[in-house]
């Protein structure tokens, strides 16, 4: 291949590099040959390119002529570690093919964290042959036998499916490829799969991997299709960042909100009850409820009105703002009443708080108009995406919807972000970034004209701007009807949550969905603008995410037991249920613990179960009026004054402090996009 430089008759390539400069190239190029043009260092570190924004491989043919924009990927670039981690996918799939009779493939994307396969085995995999498949994925990667692309028409694609017996690729082609004229295959050695890429240029870009766990899965996600087996792994480019990642796997189990949940007696999941259904158990209702009356007192300091709504309502309602039928795959079934009405278990609560502001007429003089309640709202989630708290099908979000003037959203929608950073920093989430979710103009799930996505898209950057945030924008990333501001934040471990979210909406107040109107100064009837916004989001959510934060071990002010006494012996327990009494009074969450057992157990079982304070009483405190102080965190704090051990926790309490020891042991004291079509 030759590429030059200047001008030149006939079809000319105009490459833009990410500095400005521009590269011409005559003749067919690729990816690896600007590389290559800007120096032999960069092609050597290339693992892939970015073409006009979309991820390519170094092969990528680039176009004869016109102008492109590319961006050469290297292992400092995340986007590398994606397509590492894709083609690491399809070394395990090769090596399980190598090992295995008979194996039906399905999908294998990167996911969050790694990657996976889902096979079709006559006999299922298990942990024990995890050594074997990854001793053959070294063994695979030495060769270093690149990932060839082979472009194929539909028909040409069946046969080869066929012919390797790999009838899902068949059944995919057939159906959810239909619309595709031509599609790609990627071979490496003797193995040939489906895929569209792209791949690493060498095998041994893989520096070091690990095979994590097996879980079942279903074909497409469908109950009623064939259970697969999902082998799970993940990689990276060298093995120290392999070990932290493992590291972090390792403490992200012992903070799982599903087992601690259980040791601590926060909530419970029964069958009997309903799988995603979650029962707060009474230490969870009591953090479930300090929070909600802590986003309430700071909702009537920001002249916010209460209000509540059904948990039902008709079909016809959800028809007119559009989640029914734009999200009918997520609603329960409608529940049929006496004369043909069709009733939903309601899936969102803005339509219920838009008929709140549509009962009587409103006047400019009304707005904004700020309307709050916790509403608990139920979507019905398939079995197989269900997770504990995080994913359940009845959940109550903080929820809140402003109906304001066109004047007014840029201050509104600046309280909205005030007060998400303020409920996030007072639970000590201080690491988060802001997502700007965006209309793909590509996409048919959104409702409106375009023109009006346009100005509320373009009036939340300016809201963005205008407060000095930082922010990535994400097309496809908003709600049916408008755009929205999402707080992704990073847990003490490094893993992200999307939490409160504010979105800007001029789509439900529109002629063609409730047709909202306010009376202005001008005697004439406007339209109001809609900002719905929910900074904790789910209560549901918010808890597992807080539950694995701090490890079980909350901050005082949200501790469902703040404080416990403990009996040096019997001769001291007249004197502890005293001190318990006061506490209590005091306004503290208090209990006392007068077993006839060693100290150090009654300590141990404290600390096991995470209460902030230990107040431990002898014959010595008696005398003194005093308590010996134990901080879960810091251990013995020595003898205190009653009173000023109140009025310490006090603090503590009104300050809201979190105390950020997060670690191995934190708080203990001293115990997916896929690659594939």
Request: contains cysteine; negative net charge.
């Amino acid at each position: 291949m030759r590429s030059v430089l200047g001008c030149k008759s006939g079809p000319m390539l105009q490459v833009k590099l990410p500095d400005g400069t521009t590269l011409d190239f005559s003749e067919t190029a690729t990816p690896l040959d600007v590389a290559q043009r800007i120096g032999p260092g960069l092609a050597k570190a290339a693992i892939a390119a970015e073409v006009d924004g979309t991820v390519t491989g170094l092969d990528f043919q680039l176009p004869d002529d016109g102008e492109v924009s590319l961006r050469i990927l290297t292992k400092k670039n995340p986007e590398s570690l994606e397509v590492m981690r894709h083609s690491c996918a399809h070394i395990m799939a090769r090596a399980v093919m190598r090992l295995r009779e008979g194996v039906r493939l399905a999908f294998g994307p990167t996911v969050e964290g790694g990657f996976y396969y889902d096979f079709d085995l006559d006999k299922p995999l298990t942990d024990d042959d995890f050594p074997a498949i990854e001793e053959e994925m070294k063994k695979i990667i030495q060769l270093d036998e690149e990932f060839e692309r082979l472009e194929q028409s539909r028909d040409q694609a069946v046969e080869i499916c066929r012919d390797l017996g790999q009838n899902y690729k068949v059944e995919h082609i057939e159906g959810g490829l239909a619309e595709h004229e031509t599609l790609s295959f990627y071979r490496q050695g003797e193995f040939l799969d489906l895929c569209r890429g792209p791949h690493v240029p060498s095998p041994k870009a893989i520096g070091a991997f690990k095979l994590l766990s097996l879980a079942g899965a279903y074909w497409k996600g469908d109950q009623s299709r064939p259970q697969l087996q999902r082998l799970y792994g993940t990689a990276f480019f060298n093995k120290p960042d392999l070990e932290t990642h493992l590291q972090r796997v390792e403490e992200a189990k012992k903070r799982d909100h599903r087992v601690l949940g259980k040791q601590l007696d926060l909530f419970s999941i029964n069958p009997v009850v309903g799988s995603g259904l979650i029962l707060w158990q009474p230490k969870g209702a009591m953090i479930r409820s300090l929070l909600e009356t802590f986003v309430r007192e700071e909702l009537q300091k920001r002249g916010y009105l209460p209000v509540y709504t059904p948990s039902i309502g008709r079909v016809e309602l959800y028809e007119t703002s559009g989640h029914y039928p734009y999200y009918l795959d997520s609603m329960f079934s409608p529940i049929m009443m006496d004369q043909d009405e069709q009733y939903l278990l309601k899936p969102m609560n803005c339509p219920h708080h838009i008929m709140i502001y549509k009962s009587r007429p409103r006047s400019y003089r009304e707005l904004p108009l700020r309307l709050a309640e916790f509403g608990t709202v139920h979507r019905y989630e398939k079995s197989g995406e269900l997770s504990g708290m995080t994913r359940v099908r009845g959940f109550t979000q903080d929820d809140a919807h402003i109906f304001c003037t066109n004047e007014q959203v840029e201050e509104e929608f600046r309280g909205c972000i005030d007060m998400t950073q303020f409920v996030l920093e007072s639970l000590g989430l201080t690491n988060y970034r802001v997502r700007l979710g965006f209309r793909d103009p590509q996409s048919d799930k959104y409702v409106g004209d375009a023109e009006r996505w346009e100005r509320a898209q373009r009036s939340l950057i300016e809201v963005c701007q205008g407060l000095g945030m930082a922010f990535t924008e994400e097309p496809g990333e908003a709600a049916f009807y408008g755009p929205k501001a999402d707080f992704v934040v990073t847990d003490c471990i490094g893993r992200e949550w999307q939490l409160g979210t504010v979105q800007l909406d001029y789509n439900l107040p529109s002629d063609e969905r409730f047709g909202l109107e306010f009376v202005a100064p001008d005697n004439h009837p406007h339209r109001p603008v809609m900002i719905h916004r929910a900074p904790l989001g789910s209560m549901e959510r918010f808890m597992g995410v807080l539950i694995e934060h701090f490890a079980g071990a909350f901050p005082l002010w949200l501790a469902p037991e703040q404080l416990r006494i403990l009996s040096v012996s019997e001769k001291s327990e007249e004197y502890g249920r005293r001190v318990e009494k006061e506490m209590r009074a005091a306004g503290l969450r208090v209990s006392g613990d007068y077993r006839a057992e060693k100290l150090g157990a009654k300590i141990r079982d404290a600390q096991l179960e995470l209460i902030p304070y230990m107040c431990i009483v002898g014959p010595r405190d008696a005398e003194n009026d005093t308590v010996s102080l134990r901080d879960r965190i810091e251990g013995d704090l020595g003898a205190m004054n009653i009173s000023a051990a109140v009025a310490k926790f006090q603090e503590e309490i009104k300050s809201r402090t979190v105390r950020k020891t997060f670690g191995g042991d934190a708080g203990f004291g001293e115990q997916g996009s896929s690659n594939e079509y």
